[in-house]
């Protein structure tokens, strides 16, 4: 059996609390094991001791590790988490809860960036159907309706793809 991923997220600060936040959005999640910085390599991390290096937590399946790393590095759109989502209302549920706090303006296609800077797509599953459709007419006005939202729509993007 291959190994399994883990995601490694990296915060300045915020990890645990990060961590809360997508295990309260996400209904198959926990939380897991925390690790704590120390004494050991102070004088390089900087951290106190006793606060918060890692905190391990699982949503839907998928493992993380959120690390409280500094503001060396920060989240940017070439990496994004994928929702694939079976229904408007869980688009409309992960939308809601993982846009809240994040900036509007980096909301298009599907795509939001949440409070902490990640980057995901809320994608409903039918639109990777509709967007590998032999008729290629078909999955281009998908594509054109797609371009126009910021939260997708099914029954708009329905509509594009049974359009005559």
């Not at 059996?1 to 645990?16: G, K, S, V």
């Not at 940017?76 to 688009?91: G, T």
Request: aromatic fraction near 10%; proline fraction near 5%.
């Amino acid at each position: 059996m291959p190994t399994p991923f883990n995601i490694c997220l990296w915060f300045d600060h915020q990890a645990e609390d990060a961590a809360h936040f997508y295990t309260a959005i996400f209904k198959d999640s926990r939380l897991g094991r925390i690790s704590r910085y120390g004494e050991a390599g102070k004088e390089i991390h900087g951290k106190p001791p006793g606060s918060v290096m890692t905190i391990e937590f699982e949503l839907n399946g998928t493992h993380f590790t959120a690390l409280n790393g500094g503001p060396l590095f920060q989240f940017n759109e070439a990496i994004s988490l994928q929702v694939m989502c079976d229904s408007q209302a869980e688009v409309d549920h992960y939308w809601k809860h993982l846009s809240a706090g994040g900036p509007p303006e980096a909301q298009q296609c599907g795509w939001l960036k949440d409070r902490y800077g990640l980057s995901w797509q809320i994608v409903p599953k039918v639109l990777t159907e509709m967007m590998h459709d032999a008729d290629h007419a078909r999955s281009q006005r998908v594509m054109a309706a797609m371009m126009h939202m910021q939260k997708l729509d099914i029954a708009a993007l329905q509509r594009a793809f049974d359009q005559p």
